[in-house]
C-alpha cells in the first residue's frame, strides 16, 4: 500500500464561528483563497469525465429537473429552503463523507459549483485545493492526503445546469463542473472518509458557491459540514435547517492483492448493462457471498453463495437505474465488479 501521508498543521486563531450561504433572498460575498499558481492544462470539462479511472463513488445528483439545460431547483415556496450554495473559498470550506467498499486508488475528483453573474465560458472557477480526512473533521479526525495550498485544478467548464429557486427563476447562477486530479494518487482501504475542498473564482463574481445535493419535492437528508478557518460545523439549509450534502465523484483504480486478483480474474457478472437480472459466473473458486452496493456505498443485497455451482442468478428488478458495485468474497479474498442497471 502508498504510504502517502500528507502532515496537515493549522494555525488556528481565535474567530466567532459564523456558516456562510447564499440565501435565496440575500447575495452574500467571500474571501478568495491565494492558492499556488499550479493550473495543469487547458480547460478540459465534460470530457475528461471517464478518462482518469472507473468511476468510484458519487455522492448525489447537481440537478432535480433534466432538460436542456438542467435546473438545480432551490424549492423555497414548496419546501421551504432557502440556502442556494454554500461560501467555499476564503475562510470557508466544505466537507463531506464517502464509503469505500474494497481497496481504491482514487487518482481524481469531480465537483460543482456556481458563482453568481459569471458566463457560461470561459469557466471563471480556475483553483481548487482538497485534503481527506480519516474521519469526521469535526470529531477528531485527521488529514491523511492533501492540503489547502497546492492546486490540483485540471479544468472546469459549464455542466449545463443553472441553480435557481422557485421564487428568483433565472440563469444568473451556471453550476461548473470543476476536475481536480490527485498527484500521486492516495491508497484507501474499506472504510468511510471525508472529502474537503475550497474553489478559487473570478473576484469579478460573487463567490465561489457550493450547490447542495437536489432530489424534486424531496428534502434530502445529508451530514455535510462548513468550516470558518478549520471550525467545523454541521451545512444546513437555513430555512427549514436540514442538513445539506455536496454533489461529487471519485474516479480510480481498485488495488487488488493476489488472492483478490485470482478471485477477480475467476468471476464475472453479466450482462452488462442489466434489466431485471444479473448472473455471477465463477470458474472454479470457493466463494463465500456477494455484496451489492450502490454507487453511495449503501449496502443493497446480501447473496449466498456457499452453496453455488458455476452461476448464480440474482434479481435486480427493483433496483433503480444506476451504477452499482458487486463485492465477491471468497475464502482467501475478495474483488469487486460493476455493472449499470438500465
Not at 494555525?11 to 466567532?16: D, E
Not at 455535510?224 to 455536496?246: C, E, F, I, R
Request: glycine residues 12%.
Amino acid at each position: 500500500m502508498k504510504k502517502i501521508i500528507y502532515i496537515f498543521i493549522a494555525l488556528c486563531t481565535a474567530v466567532s464561528y459564523n456558516l456562510t450561504a447564499q440565501s435565496a433572498d440575500v447575495e452574500n460575498t467571500s474571501t478568495e483563497v491565494n492558492l499556488a499558481d499550479r493550473q495543469i492544462g487547458e480547460p478540459l470539462g465534460q470530457e475528461l469525465r471517464g478518462t482518469r479511472g472507473a468511476l468510484v463513488y458519487d455522492n448525489g445528483p447537481h440537478f432535480n429537473i433534466a432538460g436542456n439545460p438542467n435546473i438545480s431547483l432551490l424549492q423555497d415556496q414548496t419546501l421551504g429552503q432557502n440556502t442556494l450554495g454554500g461560501g467555499v473559498s476564503g475562510a470557508f470550506s466544505i466537507a463531506d463523507d464517502f464509503t469505500l467498499t474494497a481497496t481504491y486508488d482514487i487518482t481524481a475528483v469531480d465537483l460543482y459549483g456556481y458563482q453568481t453573474g459569471a458566463p457560461t465560458s470561459p469557466a471563471s472557477i480556475s483553483g481548487v485545493v482538497i485534503q481527506i480526512w480519516d474521519g469526521d473533521p469535526s470529531a477528531g479526525g485527521s488529514v491523511i492526503y492533501g492540503d489547502f495550498i497546492n492546486n490540483v485544478w485540471t479544468g472546469a467548464a459549464w455542466s449545463n445546469t443553472y441553480r435557481e429557486s422557485e421564487s428568483n427563476p433565472g440563469t444568473g447562477r451556471a453550476i461548473q463542473l470543476v476536475n481536480a486530479e490527485l498527484p500521486g494518487g492516495v491508497e484507501l482501504a474499506p472504510g468511510t472518509y471525508w472529502i474537503d475542498w475550497q474553489y478559487i473564482g473570478d473576484a469579478a463574481f460573487s463567490g465561489p458557491w457550493q450547490p447542495p445535493v437536489v432530489e424534486l419535492d424531496v428534502v434530502v437528508p445529508g451530514n455535510g459540514l462548513q468550516s470558518n478557518n478549520g471550525v467545523y460545523a454541521t451545512w444546513a439549509d437555513t430555512g427549514d435547517g436540514s442538513p445539506l450534502d455536496a454533489p461529487f465523484q471519485l474516479y480510480g483504480t481498485e488495488v487488488l492483492g493476489v488472492d483478490d486478483q485470482a478471485i477477480n480474474n475467476a468471476v464475472s457478472v453479466f450482462p452488462n448493462p442489466a434489466v431485471n437480472e444479473i448472473n455471477i459466473s465463477s470458474n472454479g473458486l470457493n466463494l463465500q457471498n456477494a455484496e451489492i452496493y450502490n454507487i453511495q456505498g449503501r449496502l443493497m443485497q446480501t447473496v449466498d453463495l456457499s452453496s453455488m455451482g458455476t452461476q448464480e442468478t440474482v434479481n435486480i428488478a427493483s433496483y433503480s437505474a444506476g451504477v452499482y458495485l458487486v463485492k465477491i468474497n471468497g475464502d482467501n479474498g475478495s474483488a469487486t465488479k460493476r455493472f449499470v442497471k438500465r
